[in-house]
């Protein structure tokens, strides 16, 4: 079974809806990191997370860590054609190493 | 500034070739990751180094399989001989040093698209 689960998998929405992305840990989350993959192209660092009930924004994209440190949403209000893409979550799951696990992506397209 | 630059962006080669791909990290990063991307795997960390020495290689799949960082500016991956199966995307990536004191993202380079005949 995979250690770090995303959910949906894949997710096409128009244009102005908003919408929310989970990654579930099987393990406490010492550190959550969100990047958004383009095809072809390399992973860009979008949020990091560490502390339980955290919280950040980068314009329209909100990324959450849950109290007890086991999942992350990522919420985008507004959705525009330029937030599609892969979105993958990357976790410490030791707290002592540089060491991360990746989930396996959600795909989302936005459509006008 | 420069981020993490991977050559060759693509490879196209025979099984049984040697591959070898190569990687200059941020300046001053000191630690360098790298990672294979397939639709099946996901994206899977192969081996990772702090201050040029290799910390863990657990996931590097098979003795095929060699990296090393001779300085901090420059890492290789080595695939010898290659198969179809270890086409992939390859990516690596740097950060500024060891958790958890020094908690920082990791930077990815763009890749090296690999394919195997």
């Known amino acids: 079974s995979q250690e770090l689960e995303q959910s949906p998998q894949s997710l096409i929405v128009q244009e102005g809806k908003n919408l929310t992305i989970n990654c579930t840990s099987s393990?406490?989350?010492?550190?959550l990191y969100w990047y958004k993959q383009k095809y072809g192209e390399g992973l860009i660092f979008l949020m990091m997370l560490q502390k339980g009930g955290e919280e950040k924004s980068h314009e329209k994209i909100t990324a959450k860590l849950d109290e007890k440190k086991q999942q992350s949403s990522l919420h985008i209000t507004a959705s525009q054609p330029s937030h599609a893409g892969i979105y993958l979550c990357g976790a410490d799951t030791s707290g002592n190493t540089d060491k991360l696990i990746f989930g396996t992506g959600t795909r989302l397209q936005v459509f006008p | 500034d420069a981020g993490v630059i991977q050559s060759p962006r693509h490879e196209v080669t025979e099984m049984g070739q040697e591959v070898t791909l190569r990687c200059k990290p941020i300046s001053g990063h000191n630690s360098l990751f790298w990672y294979r991307q397939t639709m099946m795997r996901g994206l899977e960390l192969l081996i990772y180094f702090n201050n040029n020495v290799p910390i863990d290689d657990s996931g590097m799949p098979e003795d095929r399989f060699s990296a090393k960082m001779p300085n901090a500016s420059f890492s290789t991956l080595k695939i010898q001989p290659s198969e179809p199966r270890d086409s992939a995307v390859y990516f690596c990536?740097?950060?500024?040093?060891?958790?958890?004191?020094?908690?920082?993202?990791?930077?990815f380079g763009d890749g090296t698209r690999l394919s195997i005949l």
């Open positions: 990536a740097s950060s500024p040093g060891l958790a958890p004191a020094n908690n920082q993202p990791q930077h």
């Open positions: 393990k406490t989350l010492y550190g």
